[in-house]
């Protein structure tokens, strides 16, 4: 997750996207973090202009997420579809 975080601040958001995406498949989705790399890994994908991605990662916390962030995640995808 601090790669796609330092990505991030150099502007490379794809492959901030892409580092983030890797961190959700590696971290159990039992585990708070797994849901906030999915949501990093969504806007990410968002500021790099591939939607279809963003939308996929959205709709992952939106579908098994919880609290404020499931309900992000929900309006994000909406807004993007």
Not at 19 to 29: G, L, P, R
Not at 46 to 62: L, P, R
């Amino acid at each position: 997750m601090g790669r796609g975080v330092a990505l991030e601040g150099l502007e490379n958001y794809l492959e901030a996207a892409r580092s983030m995406a890797t961190a959700v498949e590696k971290i159990d989705a039992k585990d708070p973090r797994h849901f906030d790399a999915a949501y990093s890994a969504a806007e990410f994908f968002q500021h790099a202009g591939n939607t279809a991605d963003a939308i996929k990662y959205y709709e992952m916390v939106a579908k098994d997420g919880t609290g404020d962030i499931k309900a992000r995640a929900v309006v994000a995808a909406d807004m993007l579809k």
